[in-house]
């Protein structure tokens, strides 16, 4: 019963680099979601699915990309890490419904991911 | 974008009751969802309302009145595993079931 896994679980990063957080889940749900919590700002949206192959901005995108080549994946890259990245990342999935569905979003434990 | 508000922090007596408001301003309201969140876990669902009126689930119950853009979720009978951040979010009316969450109030059970 695995639900929503990302990996990995804690990073640091030096200013610059690169990297590529993971998000799996096994519950054939179409929409995805990427989110970073910050203290005092609640869980902001980075980017989102709503299907393989398609990927759409939030409202904090930059300096991010994403890409869903596979339904159960979903991919977050921070091209040249900053500082200001320094959060958690959340990933999230739902299963497609009627417009009034009371499905919820699904998250994972997060990744914690330090910038210096 | 979305307006949500919410206390940031409350504290209560193992036992009591304790309801916590998240007043919101959105275009487009398409339903309103509680989340519990224990710190450095992730977030997990407790509830959604979509039409005006109380939603009971146990211990925990959720109101919405969607003319005044106000919710709240009332935790009956605390339990010290009651203290944690609760997270109020709304879904606009689009197609892709976005959500947007305030800031989380963190809620102290004491002994």
């Known amino acids: 019963n695995a639900g929503v896994t990302q990996t990995p679980k804690f990073r640091v990063l030096k200013t610059g680099q690169s990297m590529t957080l993971l998000c799996a889940q096994d519950?054939?749900?179409?929409?995805m979601y990427w989110y970073r919590q910050d203290p005092g700002m609640g869980l902001r949206l980075i980017h989102y699915?709503?299907?393989?192959?398609?990927?759409a901005k939030g409202e904090v995108p930059d300096g991010y990309n994403v890409s869903r080549l596979k339904k159960q994946n979903f991919l977050l890259g921070l091209e040249s890490a900053a500082p200001s990245q320094t959060s958690v990342y959340f990933c999230?999935?739902?299963?497609?419904?009627?417009?009034?569905?009371?499905?919820?979003?699904?998250f994972g434990d997060g990744t914690r991911l330090s910038i210096l | 974008g979305q307006n949500i508000d919410q206390p940031t922090e409350m504290t209560a007596t193992e036992g009591a009751i304790v309801q916590i408001n998240c007043t919101y301003q959105?275009?487009?309201?398409?339903?309103l969802f509680w989340y519990q969140q224990h710190a450095g876990e992730a977030p997990t669902f407790l509830s959604y309302n979509v039409l005006d009126g109380l939603e009971e689930k146990g211990r925990f119950s959720s109101f919405l009145s969607r003319s005044k853009g106000y919710s709240y979720l009332l935790l009956k009978e605390l339990q010290m595993k009651d203290s944690a951040s609760y997270l109020c979010a709304v879904r606009v009316r689009s197609n892709d079931y976005k959500l947007s969450f305030g800031a989380g109030t963190t809620v102290t059970v004491r002994a």
């Open positions: 999230a999935s739902q299963l497609q419904g009627p417009i009034l569905s009371n499905q919820p979003q699904h």
């Open positions: 699915s709503v299907g393989e192959g398609t990927t």
């Open positions: 959105t275009s487009g309201f398409n339903g």
């Open positions: 519950m054939n749900h179409e929409y």
